[in-house]
């Protein structure tokens, strides 16, 4: 039977931290450090996504991508997936993040176009920003 046995992080503006009760604002307007810890169960890279989507919808791309880890897929960087979301492909870029390279889940635009892509939408063309440049006023060490 498939289970998730991992987790999700999210760190966004307006998310407070459970340790101190402050509101997080320090990332860009519309942006976020969501990332899975549990992937290692299965000698496998950990997930992240930049975009503020909402919480159901970020989840729920990260744990499709966990079940197919957990099922015996393999990603890599550089990589498209397809079956996560309607109509397009996602991509998979690695990407620092507090010292450790994971794969960053790289959603394309209503239109299929990604960040390297000129007519890319607003907040959709900085999801290849490093986490330093998404989160310049960051607050609290997640
Ligand atoms: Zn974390």
């Not at 966004?12 to 101190?20: D, F, I, P």
């Not at 810890?37 to 992240?48: A, P, S």
Request: some cysteine; aromatic content about 8%; proline content about 4%.
């Amino acid at each position: 039977m498939k289970r998730v046995n991992w987790i999700i992080h999210l760190v966004a503006n307006g998310v407070r931290c459970g340790e101190c009760g402050e509101a997080e604002n320090g990332f860009l307007p519309n942006m976020c450090d969501a990332h899975t810890h549990g992937m290692d169960k299965y000698g496998h890279q950990e997930f992240q996504m930049v975009l503020m989507i909402g919480p159901e919808l970020i989840c729920y791309i990260l744990n499709e991508l966990g079940l197919r880890v957990q099922a015996g897929e393999r990603f890599k960087d550089g990589e498209s997936v397809s079956e996560i979301i309607k109509d397009f492909d996602i991509r998979l870029k690695e990407e620092e993040s507090d010292g450790k390279k994971l794969l960053r889940v790289i959603l394309p635009d209503a239109q299929g176009c990604f960040p390297e892509d000129a007519q890319c939408a607003e907040y959709y063309n900085q999801q290849h920003y490093p986490m330093r440049m998404l989160y310049p006023n960051r607050s609290i060490v997640n």
